[in-house]
């Protein structure tokens, strides 16, 4: 069976060499479930402090420092660069964290994103947006197709 394979699409389109990355989910069209495929491996293992998180309006800004997976290793270490994750037209529904003692909410580790059920219903103007790792996860409520999230990084990854 062939199929498409993610990963050569993954490092044609974002490596190659070391570049900011500037990256939103395209809500409202066929892409946005890819998108957030795309923008989950370049969110994977970024670390941020929950209170950091700024707030103006209904814009959230996470200020996450990005491992840089797209980008080869090049002396044998892994990349990293300060970025920012933003949502407008949100708020943040729920925190929810295990019961695991080891969790330090300064040092939250990204693992998946994703949007819930919710967004393929027309019965709502709404839907949930879930960033989460291991025992924890973040719940945030944003309007259907008047929202943007988006993926800035804020310098040359080192």
């Not at 945030?140 to 040359?156: E, N």
Request: aromatic share 16%.
């Amino acid at each position: 069976m062939s199929q498409p394979d993610f990963t050569t699409m993954f490092f044609e389109h974002f490596g190659g060499k070391k570049r900011k990355v500037k990256y939103e989910l395209r809500e409202g069209t066929p892409h946005f479930l890819h998108d957030i495929a795309f923008m989950s491996s370049l969110l994977h293992d970024s670390i941020f402090d929950k209170s950091k998180i700024t707030k103006r309006g209904n814009k959230f800004t996470f200020h996450i420092e990005r491992d840089c997976w797209e980008i080869p290793y090049g002396d044998s270490h892994l990349h990293s660069t300060e970025s920012k994750l933003t949502f407008t037209n949100a708020e943040i529904v729920e925190w929810s964290f295990t019961n695991n003692p080891e969790i330090k909410e300064d040092e939250l580790m990204t693992d998946y994103i994703y949007v819930s059920e919710n967004f393929r219903s027309h019965k709502n103007d709404y839907y949930h947006f879930i960033i989460g790792g291991d025992d924890w996860k973040c719940t945030l409520k944003l309007i259907k197709y008047d929202s943007r999230i988006y993926l800035v990084d804020k310098a040359i990854p080192k």
